[in-house]
């Protein structure tokens, strides 16, 4: 559509971008009460007087929330503040208990910092904040409701949740894909979440406005909620974007809206105009006391906090000669770093780690449905079998097969390798009588070579593997039949 | 009935049974119940049998502690498991909290028998009592009076003598104005003194439980059981607590007493028979030994208005969890949810409670929270340190409690701000966060009125041991009786 009105008309765009991280801390109590924070319990089975707001119940902070906060903002080089609190954000809603949300208004417990891109590109942090999680609604009821009735779940109610608003510093929707992912990466190494967008323990808002390109103009802000991974946070954005473009190319005005992201139809549609913003009515909660950290104790959290994404990366080039994307890979999860330095740290082999790693290791994952922290697969385990592999032991073709069922099963490779029978053979005899039998059996494919088709050496080669169920030594199959052909 | 500590001794002693004590109580409060009202509900299965088990204690030698036997009343605030808690309100007519707050489990640790739960204005809202869902109760003094609020239920049952000692709550007065208008002995500990947990919130920044007793002694007796750091409560300050017992003196040799001239020109102007008796109460002091002397707080006056931002403020925010979703009152409709929010608590709300409610959501508003709840905590602060300066210059200070004594039923229901005024000698201690009491001080136009002796922070057996020292060489409460225990037990 706006492609008709000419080059001449059409003024050049950009976006800017700022992202509402909210991150459900993994602590192993809620914020303010005792009850286990956990997913995926039965429905309303996480909750206490506390969490429900009973009548007389009070919030109790917890400490090592406050912690994982913290840690979050040093390893993201925010400040910490000395002197913080919570104030209660009031408003009306089913699903929270209270009818209002502990939160932090004006002082927050971090401030500033930034996250860093793979291009070295920083996104200023405004602040980091704690708050509490609602509870969940639940509608169209289950087998004991009838259909238009909302059922509440407060297992959620009152689960530690950490709040990261971004600078709007992004300039791209694949930008803010980064700024996701390098933030996650940075929130794994930490610990202090799942950081699972699926389940709910990562969610995102973005803020997004246009200004002619090469402007300092401050457009009008659109909020769109609603976004469960960070492709439809990319898609969301490529949606709002063109959207806008197209209202302005059309002379009209943006208008101050918040905005809900529909997954399955690809679009945005307005939820709430700016006359229907709540007032929060925000004050000091009165059951909590102003939260004091000294440097002592921020201090003892710093010297705590581990070797970060990007630092790792940067060591993993250097010491072990792997690409930039490999490196990428490997460091993107603290998990996977970990485990493929304790596989080198064992075999010494960082290249055949790293594409074992990536390659049969990660396919062996998704197709039984594991990850790396589920798997029983010890790093000697696979460490044994690169050694295997590369002293010849068993073949990269059986290998792969043994690679499958240690993810899978947790055994030792050399228990895999004796059982299976999976031994390389590298016997001379062995090997001539396979190759006579693979000559005998292929009288077309021995002719087909003769007349100088390559490819029937390689097929006849790849029948000899196939007969000892691959685990001929591949080398020494091919002299063989080299030297039986002619 | 004996006061507490003298029940104590004769339970302990094995001279009367826990059980006989509490049949005693349950009776004389059946007897007067259709007269004061005092109650919400009565315990007494449930009382009679933890007076068993106390006498089974006893007699195998155990000292089950310092309110060992002595039967306990509590307003109808703290939550009791499993027992209906209502707050005085509608909307929590059918509510039975799974636990029990803090305050109640020490006085039953105690070995207190919570013999039941006491009528109060709603939510605490409240200087009469009136503004209950459940009623009026009455003062034992004149049951065409009010016997104050918001503690009213346990302020009467203990001033017709009922029961020794009844648990209360303070946010603005609510346990010193009805313990002068009923002739009794009440304590609101510092802020932070006793965990509010379990304890429904009005205003929780100002929110204190506290003893309501016949005798002073007692009252130290029970501050002793219910003081103390709770970890469920992040208010709660870990304070060593001392026996305040100990503190109880005859004389007042060395002490000095506040006299605060802001206070005293009030009580002149709204009361001159009132002035006067706290003339006389002043130099009874000073017979006692103590030396008066003149301390300023120039910023009280503007307690009230003070007091009138925040405690809205805070009680909008408190109440809001009263919508019908998880427990109390729901109003069914076939509408959305919101409508059932509106309709439950347009329903389950009283006029007073919905007028603060409105009151505090005005003053949190965008564009007025600067203007008024930013600036009435800036007076609060003001008035904190008042009271630090004054007492740079002495122990305790006595003032009036109350600016007259009970009123007629129904005399300021009409009129929020005159009811408002009642609170007006009580409410900056309130603010302060200091421990403040009232003891009987004596009789005007026959009705009772009561001193209120206030200290620093965390010095509340100080502030005891004055008031005992008043009350042991005065003797007003033991001078005449309330004229329903004169018609219900003589
Ligand atoms: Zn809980």
């Given at each position: 559509?706006?492609?008709?009105?000419?080059?001449?008309?059409?003024?050049?765009?950009?976006?800017?971008?700022?992202?509402?991280?909210?991150?459900?801390?993994?602590?192993?109590?809620?914020?303010?009460?005792?009850?286990?924070?956990?997913?995926?319990?039965?429905?309303?089975?996480?909750?206490?007087?506390?969490?429900?707001?009973?009548?007389?119940?009070?919030?109790?902070?917890?400490?090592?929330?406050?912690?994982?906060?913290?840690?979050?903002?040093?390893?993201?080089?925010?400040?910490?503040?000395?002197?913080?609190?919570?104030?209660?954000?009031?408003?009306?809603?089913?699903?929270?208990?209270?009818?209002?949300?502990?939160?932090?208004?004006?002082?927050?417990?971090?401030?500033?910092?930034?996250?860093?891109?793979?291009?070295?590109?920083?996104?200023?942090?405004?602040?980091?904040?704690?708050?509490?999680?609602?509870?969940?609604?639940?509608?169209?009821?289950?087998?004991?409701?009838?259909?238009?009735?909302?059922?509440?779940?407060?297992?959620?109610?009152?689960?530690?949740?950490?709040?990261?608003?971004?600078?709007?510093?992004?300039?791209?929707?694949?930008?803010?894909?980064?700024?996701?992912?390098?933030?996650?990466?940075?929130?794994?190494?930490?610990?202090?979440?799942?950081?699972?967008?699926?389940?709910?323990?990562?969610?995102?808002?973005?803020?997004?406005?246009?200004?002619?390109?090469?402007?300092?103009?401050?457009?009008?802000?659109?909020?769109?909620?609603?976004?469960?991974?960070?492709?439809?946070?990319?898609?969301?954005?490529?949606?709002?974007?063109?959207?806008?473009?197209?209202?302005?190319?059309?002379?009209?005005?943006?208008?101050?809206?918040?905005?809900?992201?529909?997954?399955?139809?690809?679009?945005?549609?307005?939820?709430?105009?700016?006359?229907?913003?709540?007032?929060?009515?925000?004050?000091?909660?009165?059951?909590?006391?102003?939260?004091?950290?000294?440097?002592?104790?921020?201090?003892?959290?710093?010297?705590?906090?581990?070797?970060?994404?990007?630092?790792?990366?940067?060591?993993?080039?250097?010491?072990?000669?792997?690409?930039?994307?490999?490196?990428?890979?490997?460091?993107?999860?603290?998990?996977?770093?970990?485990?493929?330095?304790?596989?080198?740290?064992?075999?010494?082999?960082?290249?055949?780690?790293?594409?074992?790693?990536?390659?049969?290791?990660?396919?062996?994952?998704?197709?039984?449905?594991?990850?790396?922290?589920?798997?029983?697969?010890?790093?000697?385990?696979?460490?044994?079998?690169?050694?295997?592999?590369?002293?010849?032991?068993?073949?990269?073709?059986?290998?792969?097969?043994?690679?499958?069922?240690?993810?899978?099963?947790?055994?030792?490779?050399?228990?895999?390798?004796?059982?299976?029978?999976?031994?390389?053979?590298?016997?001379?005899?062995?090997?001539?009588?396979?190759?006579?039998?693979?000559?005998?059996?292929?009288?077309?494919?021995?002719?087909?070579?003769?007349?100088?088709?390559?490819?029937?050496?390689?097929?006849?080669?790849?029948?000899?593997?196939?007969?000892?169920?691959?685990?001929?030594?591949?080398?020494?199959?091919?002299?063989?039949?080299?030297?039986?052909?002619? | 009935?004996?006061?507490?500590?003298?029940?104590?001794?004769?339970?302990?002693?094995?001279?009367?049974?826990?059980?006989?004590?509490?049949?005693?109580?349950?009776?004389?409060?059946?007897?007067?119940?259709?007269?004061?009202?005092?109650?919400?509900?009565?315990?007494?299965?449930?009382?009679?049998?933890?007076?068993?088990?106390?006498?089974?204690?006893?007699?195998?030698?155990?000292?089950?502690?310092?309110?060992?036997?002595?039967?306990?009343?509590?307003?109808?605030?703290?939550?009791?498991?499993?027992?209906?808690?209502?707050?005085?309100?509608?909307?929590?007519?059918?509510?039975?909290?799974?636990?029990?707050?803090?305050?109640?489990?020490?006085?039953?640790?105690?070995?207190?028998?919570?013999?039941?739960?006491?009528?109060?204005?709603?939510?605490?809202?409240?200087?009469?009592?009136?503004?209950?869902?459940?009623?009026?109760?009455?003062?034992?003094?004149?049951?065409?009076?009010?016997?104050?609020?918001?503690?009213?239920?346990?302020?009467?049952?203990?001033?017709?003598?009922?029961?020794?000692?009844?648990?209360?709550?303070?946010?603005?007065?609510?346990?010193?104005?009805?313990?002068?208008?009923?002739?009794?002995?009440?304590?609101?500990?510092?802020?932070?003194?006793?965990?509010?947990?379990?304890?429904?919130?009005?205003?929780?920044?100002?929110?204190?439980?506290?003893?309501?007793?016949?005798?002073?002694?007692?009252?130290?007796?029970?501050?002793?059981?219910?003081?103390?750091?709770?970890?469920?409560?992040?208010?709660?300050?870990?304070?060593?607590?001392?026996?305040?017992?100990?503190?109880?003196?005859?004389?007042?040799?060395?002490?000095?007493?506040?006299?605060?001239?802001?206070?005293?020109?009030?009580?002149?102007?709204?009361?001159?028979?009132?002035?006067?008796?706290?003339?006389?109460?002043?130099?009874?002091?000073?017979?006692?030994?103590?030396?008066?002397v003149e301390v300023h707080l120039p910023h009280v006056r503007y307690g009230l208005a003070t007091y009138y931002l925040i405690a809205p403020a805070e009680c909008s925010s408190n109440l809001a969890r009263y919508d019908g979703v998880r427990y109390g009152l729901r109003v069914e409709t076939d509408k959305d949810v919101y409508t059932m929010f509106e309709q439950t608590r347009a329903a389950g709300f009283g006029p007073e409670v919905k007028r603060r409610i409105i009151l505090g959501t005005y003053a949190l508003s965008a564009g007025y929270y600067d203007a008024y709840y930013l600036r009435a905590q800036k007076v609060r602060t003001l008035i904190k340190r008042d009271f630090d300066d004054a007492f740079t210059q002495c122990d305790v200070i006595a003032s009036p409690a109350v600016s007259c004594p009970a009123f007629a039923l129904g005399a300021k229901t009409?009129?929020?701000?005159?009811?408002?005024?009642?609170?007006?000698?009580?409410?900056?201690?309130?603010?302060?966060?200091?421990?403040?009491?009232?003891?009987?001080?004596?009789?005007?136009?026959?009705?009772?009125?009561?001193?209120?002796?206030?200290?620093?922070?965390?010095?509340?057996?100080?502030?005891?041991?004055?008031?005992?020292?008043?009350?042991?060489?005065?003797?007003?409460?033991?001078?005449?009786?309330?004229?329903?225990?004169?018609?219900?037990?003589?």
């Amino acid at each position: 559509m706006t492609r008709v009105l000419g080059a001449a008309q059409a003024v050049a765009y950009e976006p800017v971008i700022g992202l509402e991280v909210h991150v459900e801390l993994a602590t192993e109590s809620k914020m303010f009460c005792g009850c286990r924070n956990r997913f995926g319990a039965e429905p309303n089975t996480l909750v206490c007087p506390v969490c429900l707001g009973l009548p007389g119940s009070l919030p109790v902070v917890n400490r090592r929330a406050v912690e994982l906060v913290c840690k979050t903002g040093l390893a993201l080089g925010c400040s910490i503040a000395h002197v913080s609190k919570f104030d209660r954000k009031n408003y009306f809603y089913p699903d929270m208990p209270k009818n209002y949300q502990i939160s932090q208004y004006d002082m927050p417990l971090a401030t500033g910092g930034a996250v860093t891109l793979p291009s070295g590109k920083r996104i200023r942090l405004t602040r980091i904040h704690l708050e509490e999680d609602t509870g969940k609604n639940i509608h169209g009821g289950g087998a004991m409701a009838a259909a238009s009735a909302t059922l509440v779940d407060y297992n959620r109610a009152g689960v530690p949740l950490m709040e990261i608003v971004s600078q709007p510093d992004l300039t791209s929707p694949d930008e803010a894909g980064e700024y996701l992912a390098a933030l996650k990466a940075v929130l794994s190494y930490l610990g202090v979440s799942d950081v699972k967008m699926h389940e709910g323990s990562l969610r995102c808002d973005a803020n997004v406005s246009l200004r002619p390109v090469g402007t300092q103009d401050v457009g009008t802000k659109i909020e769109i909620k609603n976004m469960n991974s960070f492709r439809s946070v990319v898609r969301a954005l490529q949606y709002e974007i063109q959207r806008q473009t197209d209202v302005l190319r059309a002379g009209e005005r943006v208008v101050q809206e918040t905005r809900t992201w529909d997954e399955e139809r690809g679009l945005t549609y307005a939820t709430r105009s700016k006359e229907q913003a709540h007032d929060y009515r925000y004050f000091p909660d009165p059951d909590l006391v102003p939260l004091h950290l000294d440097d002592e104790i921020v201090a003892a959290w710093r010297a705590e906090l581990p070797e970060l994404p990007l630092a790792k990366r940067d060591r993993f080039l250097a010491a072990y000669g792997l690409s930039r994307y490999e490196a990428d890979l490997l460091t993107g999860e603290r998990t996977t770093a970990e485990f493929f330095e304790a596989v080198v740290a064992h075999c010494g082999e960082p290249k055949a780690a790293a594409n074992w790693l990536l390659g049969d290791v990660r396919r062996a994952l998704d197709k039984h449905g594991l990850t790396l922290d589920a798997t029983r697969m010890r790093p000697e385990h696979l460490a044994t079998l690169i050694c295997q592999v590369r002293d010849g032991v068993v073949s990269g073709r059986a290998a792969k097969e043994v690679c499958e069922i240690l993810v899978r099963d947790g055994r030792h490779p050399a228990e895999v390798v004796a059982e299976r029978n999976l031994a390389q053979v590298s016997d001379r005899v062995a090997i001539e009588a396979l190759v006579g039998e693979v000559i005998a059996a292929n009288p077309e494919s021995v002719a087909a070579y003769r007349t100088g088709k390559a490819k029937a050496f390689e097929f006849l080669v790849g029948q000899a593997m196939k007969a000892s169920r691959g685990r001929a030594n591949v080398e020494l199959v091919r002299t063989a039949l080299r030297a039986r052909l002619g | 009935m004996r006061c507490g500590h003298e029940i104590r001794e004769a339970v302990i002693r094995r001279q009367v049974s826990a059980e006989e004590v509490t049949r005693a109580a349950l009776a004389s409060i059946e007897a007067l119940e259709p007269t004061l009202h005092a109650y919400l509900c009565l315990l007494a299965e449930r009382a009679l049998k933890h007076a068993r088990v106390l006498d089974q204690r006893i007699a195998a030698g155990d000292d089950p502690g310092p309110l060992a036997g002595v039967p306990v009343a509590v307003k109808d605030i703290f939550c009791v498991a499993g027992e209906v808690t209502t707050a005085g309100s509608k909307i929590l007519a059918n509510f039975r909290p799974p636990y029990s707050a803090t305050a109640v489990e020490r006085l039953e640790a105690a070995g207190a028998i919570i013999i039941g739960k006491t009528n109060m204005d709603e939510f605490a809202m409240g200087s009469s009592c009136e503004n209950s869902a459940f009623g009026e109760t009455r003062n034992p003094w004149d049951p065409s009076r009010v016997p104050g609020g918001s503690s009213g239920g346990s302020a009467s049952t203990v001033g017709a003598g009922s029961v020794p000692i009844a648990l209360g709550t303070d946010t603005g007065g609510s346990i010193r104005e009805p313990a002068s208008f009923c002739n009794i002995v009440g304590l609101k500990p510092t802020y932070g003194r006793v965990s509010r947990y379990g304890m429904i919130a009005f205003a929780s920044s100002l929110d204190q439980a506290g003893p309501m007793t016949g005798c002073v002694r007692d009252a130290a007796i029970t501050l002793g059981a219910i003081a103390g750091h709770d970890p469920r409560d992040a208010t709660s300050v870990d304070e060593p607590v001392p026996d305040f017992c100990a503190g109880l003196r005859t004389d007042l040799n060395g002490i000095r007493i506040g006299i605060v001239p802001e206070f005293e020109e009030h009580i002149a102007q709204s009361d001159p028979d009132m002035a006067a008796l706290y003339r006389r109460a002043y130099e009874d002091l000073r017979a006692l030994g103590a030396q008066l002397v003149e301390v300023h707080l120039p910023h009280v006056r503007y307690g009230l208005a003070t007091y009138y931002l925040i405690a809205p403020a805070e009680c909008s925010s408190n109440l809001a969890r009263y919508d019908g979703v998880r427990y109390g009152l729901r109003v069914e409709t076939d509408k959305d949810v919101y409508t059932m929010f509106e309709q439950t608590r347009a329903a389950g709300f009283g006029p007073e409670v919905k007028r603060r409610i409105i009151l505090g959501t005005y003053a949190l508003s965008a564009g007025y929270y600067d203007a008024y709840y930013l600036r009435a905590q800036k007076v609060r602060t003001l008035i904190k340190r008042d009271f630090d300066d004054a007492f740079t210059q002495c122990d305790v200070i006595a003032s009036p409690a109350v600016s007259c004594p009970a009123f007629a039923l129904g005399a300021k229901t009409a009129d929020p701000v005159a009811m408002y005024l009642m609170d007006y000698f009580t409410i900056p201690m309130s603010l302060a966060g200091v421990p403040a009491l009232s003891v009987p001080a004596g009789y005007v136009r026959d009705l009772p009125v009561g001193l209120q002796l206030t200290g620093p922070a965390f010095a509340e057996a100080g502030v005891l041991g004055v008031a005992y020292a008043y009350e042991q060489a005065t003797g007003h409460a033991q001078s005449r009786r309330p004229a329903v225990m004169a018609a219900a037990h003589r």
